[in-house]
Nanobody, 128 residues
Framework: QLQLVESGGGLVQPGEARRLSCAAS????????IGWFRQAPGKEREGVSCISSVGLTAEYTDSVKGRFTISRDNTRNIVYLQMNNLRPEDTGVYYC?????????????????????WGQGTQVTVSS
């Protein structure tokens, strides 16, 4: 069973950058699509970005396109979310999650129910 642990959250000022990490333990990390989701207070959890099992493609929600970059290192069982030019509306608890899809060439965060393994989350607060 895969287990995920997020890190890297904290308090940042608008316009600054932050990198989140999602470290996995368990078997067959490279058989999972990994997604990042976030949940702001009083709002539903929304998909932010995902990366395919073999790391060839990624998807981003419109509000983060051009600012966030997802990447993965399957040799180290880790996925990163580089967040640049952060805005107050990026505030929330960020979760990484895994969807079992060996050899997947694409991914999506539009259907969070497909993700069956979740981390505990890391808080990101963007405020001056």
């Amino acid at each position: 069973q895969l287990q995920l642990v997020e890190s890297g959250g904290g308090l940042v000022q608008p316009g600054e950058a932050r990198r989140l990490s999602c470290a996995a333990s368990g078997y067959s990390f490279n058989h999972y699509i990994i997604g990042w989701f976030r949940q702001a207070p009083g709002k539903e959890r929304e998909g932010v970005s995902c990366i395919s099992s073999v790391g060839l493609t990624a998807e981003y929600t419109d509000s983060v396109k051009g600012r966030f970059t997802i990447s993965r290192d399957n040799t180290r069982n880790i996925v990163y979310l580089q967040m640049n030019n952060l805005r107050p509306e990026d505030t929330g608890v960020y979760y990484c999650a895994a969807d079992w899809k060996p050899q997947a060439a694409t991914c999506t965060v539009r259907h969070k129910g497909r993700y069956t393994v979740w981390g505990q989350g890391t808080q990101v607060t963007v405020s001056s």
